[in-house]
């Protein structure tokens, strides 16, 4: 069974850094050895100094976020083991006398000797493995392909992990742009219907964790601290939508087909809205999702959902001259410029997430959504009931 795990990094100017990976050993060994020049030396992280096992890549988000939120606040510090300060005193690691201490958490990190040897060794095959999607690095970017061209890129629920962890493998490598496109001749056609179909017997516990994980999806993509492209090949539809559209720049084919398409079939366009919003205001919004229609790229660039049009032959070789256009400027100020994009929005999206949650599961428990699902597998009119 995959775990992932939160953890922490310490330099030997006792910065310290936290992330989510789902090989906690591979990660070690790959700052040990400097595997990720551009990220590694810049940050001149190399020790593991703490770490956490998680079942569910939404509650390690979740987790890393709060010590995230404790490192900002200079309330998380390295402490010797038999010392009450918060100052760092030790002089060695990985010796089990140091230990982070939390400002709200008590939790003490208990040595692991199989994680200690085998950080001192080369693990083979670095790169992550995905089923869904390739990922390619070129250079100073990284092509993210949604890689399912016989279902249209369509949402499953691999499709959702495998990205959450790609893209958690170009956030810590040295790339600085992210390209996002698909296979074949889809971006992303909406949720795939097996995927669809078993959303009917899902508990209400289960519908909380989905809508968590797609809400930590969306908000990965759109608080991504590197510049994002979105190559859109072709449709987009729903979920597809949501993320071509969540990148800093959408190029899209002129063929290219959008649509928030929801409430066609019981659901609640609940977590798109809270980025749509942002985006074109409520009278565009109310219109793109009360009616749930398709739009083109056209209709799309008019509305400043995209920023290019462009030939599908000239798609891929745009985005890379674009890509190449954000090298030129500084990193750091592109990453802090996207910061400060990011804690802009920060405040209003953490207010609106719960409700928009708890929206997205519970108008899975209707009998409007359970026909609607229906109906669309049957591919038939639904009956609704308003209930």
Sequence with gaps: ???????????KSRVLYTGITDNIYRRTWEHKNDVNPGFTRDYKVHRLVYYETFKYVNSAIAREKTIKGWLRSKKVALIGSTNPTWEDLGASW???KQ??????????????????SSARNPIPGL???YKTLQLDFDCAAATLILNRPEKRNA???????????????VRNSSAGILILTGAGKAFCSGMDLDTLKSLIGRTAEQNLEDSRTMVGLFRSLYEFPKPTIAAVNGAAIAGGTGLALLCDFTLAVPEAKFGYTEVRIGFVPAIVATFLLRQVGEKIARDLLLTGRIFDAAEALKMGLINEIVPPEKLLDRARELAAQLEESSPLSLFCTKRLLTDHARAELDA????????NAGIR??????????????KRKPKWTGR
């Design 99 to 116: 230990v982070p201490r939390f400002a709200q958490d008590d939790k003490v990190f208990v040595q692991d000797e199989r994680l200690k």
């Design 94 to 96: 990985f010796d089990g």
């Design 1 to 11: 069974m995959r775990n992932f795990y939160v953890y922490i990094l310490s330099s």
């Design 352 to 359: 609106q997430i719960e409700a928009v949650i708890r929206e």
């Design 365 to 378: 428990e209707s009998a409007d959504f359970r026909e609607g699902i229906t109906s669309f597998l049957e």
């Design 155 to 169: 949402v499953s629920y691999e499709l959702i992990d495998d990205l959450i962890r790609a893209l958690e493998e």
């Design 127 to 129: 790169r992550m493995n």
